[in-house]
């Protein structure tokens, strides 16, 4: 796989059977771990044009919550049903992630963007340098976005492959 750096961030399907090509850009980003996790929380940034940027900086607490959240999730029917016929969750711990803040209206979403600790990104160090994006990649690359502070059930969507309507939720 290459990756590149690139002018704006690439919001695009995350998880594919094919392939995979990643986009990168420059941006501050601050490590947290906890129980289970490790990643980068990336900054925020001026919005591009075509609204992609990180538009606000999720806190070390917002992080813990959407991952205190992210494992009964994956236990759930609805994600079981995504799941199937992947490793993502017997080795969730591998995966890095980078924490990325977006709004739509009103409402603020953590994206969370994972990568598998034996792909490229991640053996290379560029999680750690810049906010980075996956197309295609198969499992070792996905992401799933959590509203900070909805009330109900199942806070947490998938995006990308993933996703049962993958062109509303990407």
């Known amino acids: 796989m290459k990756y590149k750096m690139c002018p704006r961030f690439a919001l695009a399907l995350a998880l594919g059977l094919v ?12 490590r947290t771990s906890g129980l289970g996790y490790d990643g980068a929380i ?11 940027a990180v538009s606000w900086t999720p ?4 992080v813990r919550e959407a991952e205190r959240l992210l ?3 994956l236990d759930t029917p609805a994600a079981l049903s995504r799941l199937r016929y992947t490793s993502i969750r017997s080795q969730l711990s591998r995966y890095k ?11 603020r979403f953590i994206r969370i963007h994972f990568f598998h600790e034996e ?8 999680w750690l340098k810049s906010a980075v ?17 909805r009330n ?8 990308g492959w993933l996703s049962q309507d993958s062109n509303r939720t990407s």
């Open 19 to 30: 392939g995979g090509s990643l986009a990168a850009q420059t941006s501050a980003l601050t």
């Open 42 to 52: 990336v900054q925020s940034s001026p919005q591009s044009g075509d609204g992609s």
């Open 59 to 62: 806190t070390e607490n917002d």
């Open 71 to 73: 494992p009964p999730y």
């Open 97 to 107: 992630r980078q924490y990325w803040g977006t709004s739509d209206g009103n409402r």
């Open 119 to 126: 792909t490229p990104i991640v053996q290379k160090g560029g």
């Open 133 to 149: 994006s996956v197309m295609g990649g198969g499992d070792r690359y996905f992401r799933i976005k959590y509203e900070l502070g």
């Open 152 to 159: 109900g059930p199942d806070p947490i969507q998938w995006t």
